[in-house]
C-alpha cells in the first residue's frame, strides 16, 4: 500500500534530499496527531522512538517539511506556531485540506481543524462577486477559549 509519508519520501528523494529518520518519524508523527502540534510535541513524541534529536535538527526538518510544502505552518496569536500535513487540495478529502480554518485556545494553545468548506466556498463566490475579486487562497482562524479552559 502507498502510504502518505512514502509518496513523501518520493517526492524528497526526486528534489535531492537525502534519507532521513528523523524526518520520516517527524512526519509520522504530525501525520498521525489529531491535532496540529509544536515542535515541543514533536521532540517529545520523538523520544518514544528512542531517538535524543537536539532543537535544532528538528526545526531544521522543520523547515525542510515547510519549503517542500509537506506540512503546514498555523500561527497563533502569541507567536508560537503549529504544524499540520498539507494535503493537496484536490485531494477528495470531506473538506478542503488547503483552506481550512481551525479553532485556536488562546490559554492552553490547542488547535483544532474545523470543517467549513461549504459554508466558506459559498462565501468565498459571494464576496468575488461583490467586490470582482478572484479568492486563490484563504487565511481564517477563530480565536477562543476551549472548553476546557473556558
Ligand atoms: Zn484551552
Ligand atoms: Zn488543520
Do not use: W
Request: with cysteine; glycine share 4%.
Amino acid at each position: 500500500m502507498k502510504t502518505l509519508i512514502s509518496e513523501f519520501q518520493t517526492k524528497l528523494k526526486e528534489k535531492g534530499y537525502r534519507y532521513s529518520r528523523l524526518r520520516e518519524l517527524m512526519m509520522q508523527i504530525i501525520e498521525k496527531s489529531e491535532r496540529p502540534i509544536n515542535a515541543n510535541n514533536i521532540l517529545e513524541s520523538l523520544v518514544n522512538f528512542n531517538l535524543k534529536p537536539n532543537k535544532t535538527s528538528v526545526y531544521r526538518e522543520i523547515e525542510t517539511l515547510l519549503n517542500e510544502k509537506i506540512i503546514r505552518q498555523i500561527d497563533l496569536l502569541d507567536g508560537s506556531k503549529r504544524y499540520e500535513i498539507n494535503l493537496n487540495s484536490d485531494e477528495k478529502n470531506s473538506f478542503s485540506q488547503a483552506g481550512h480554518s481551525h479553532f485556536v485556545c488562546t490559554d492552553c494553545g490547542d488547535t483544532q481543524c474545523l470543517e467549513l468548506a461549504t459554508q466558506l466556498n459559498s462565501l468565498e463566490t459571494e464576496i468575488e462577486q461583490k467586490f470582482k475579486f478572484t479568492i486563490n487562497q484563504r487565511v481564517l482562524e477563530f480565536f477562543g477559549l476551549c472548553k476546557k479552559c473556558f
